[in-house]
């Protein structure tokens, strides 16, 4: 699961910083960790190239996942 997969690579990390370094906020974070929302494909990238060692891990777990769209991707949808 990519809820797991976040959480083992937070190593440490406040919630706040792991949040920046993957480029949400500490709420986004939150939300994924909670199950109120799944990550977007930025941060899956975002995570993969922190962490080149969780590439496995990620494309094993997103054979299951449905991810957020990115709001960009949203947007357009709506108009």
């Given at each position: 699961?990519?809820?797991d ?15 920046r ?21 930025e941060v ?13 891990e ?11 769209a ?5 947007k357009?949808?709506?108009?």
């Amino acid at each position: 699961m990519l809820t797991d997969i976040l959480r083992k690579y937070q190593r440490g990390l406040t919630q706040n910083e792991y949040a920046r370094l993957l480029g949400i906020s500490s709420a986004g974070i939150s939300l994924i960790y909670s199950g109120q929302r799944n990550p977007g494909i930025e941060v899956i990238r975002a995570l993969a190239q922190r962490f080149p060692e969780s590439a496995d891990e990620i494309a094993a777990a997103l054979s299951t996942v449905t991810l957020a769209a990115e709001p960009e991707a949203q947007k357009q949808a709506v108009a």
